[in-house]
């Protein structure tokens, strides 16, 4: 499945004062759960900046940091030090409400959970971020978006109709829908078979060739993370290594090529 470079251009509702920056970066990021002798260090100091329009995976073992990592970067949690910008907005210190808002507006959710939720349509699924930010519903992008997934003719199902990977491919549709900065993906084929996890990491990748989508994908799998333009290896809450997947030329500093 190919998703065609006819579909609107991608990011057009980002700020024009964004436009230029990175798509996320952080700065001294840290995060501490507890306090004292068991205090637990999940990210301890991360300086990255990652380029609109790049597919970025991140890997590392268990408790390495992986989770917090995704969660920080996208705004679920609070970093205990440093900052985080979102297409060119600090969201540290942000109101809950504020944040709320930046998520629904801006960011994009792929988890290995799919999250639909079953008494929805395939189509109310795909539109519940717009509804959410108060936006009317574009049936037209809507059907273009299921069309670029695979899944024409099938807005009127309930996901509990679809197979897992089709359920994915909904989920890809949500995340696409409001033209985000950036989408995060959480193990995003963990949950899917070998062939149909490969057709969900090609639809994310052309998600940034075609449409210059920014994606963030969180993996244990190598395979998955070869979909990616670079790796970022954490070991206990730190950069350990950044490798490049798809190309050779070399990243700079700030994360730009």
Partial sequence: MTLRRGMRSYGTEAT??????????????????????????????????LPRGSFTAVMGPSGSG???????????????????????????????NR??????????????????????TVEQNIELPLRLAGRRPDR?????????????????????????????????????????DVIFADEPTGALDTTTATEILALLREAVTRLGATVVMVTHDERAAGYADQ?????????????????????SPSGAR
């Fill in 99 to 120: 944040l709320t808002a930046l998520r629904r507006t801006r960011l994009g959710f792929v988890f290995q959970a799919f999250n639909l939720l079953p008494s929805m």
């Fill in 16 to 49: 024009d004062v964004a436009a230029a920056g990175p798509a996320v970066e952080l700065r001294g990021l840290r995060r501490q759960f507890g306090r004292g002798a068991r205090a637990v260090h999940a990210l301890r100091g991360i300086d990255l900046a």
């Fill in 231 to 251: 790796i970022v290896f954490l070991a206990e809450g730190a950069i350990a290594d950044r490798t490049l997947s798809r190309s050779s030329a070399p990243l």
């Fill in 140 to 180: 037209r992008r809507c059907t273009e978006l299921l069309e670029q997934v695979g899944l024409d003719g099938l807005g009127g199902r309930r996901p509990g109709e679809l197979s897992g990977g089709q359920q994915q491919r909904v989920a890809i549709a949500r995340a696409l829908v409001t033209t985000p």
């Fill in 66 to 96: 992986k989770s917090t990592f995704l969660q920080c970067a996208a705004g679920l949690d609070r970093p205990t030090a440093g900052s985080v910008r979102l297409g060119g907005t600090e969201i540290t210190g942000m109101s809950e």
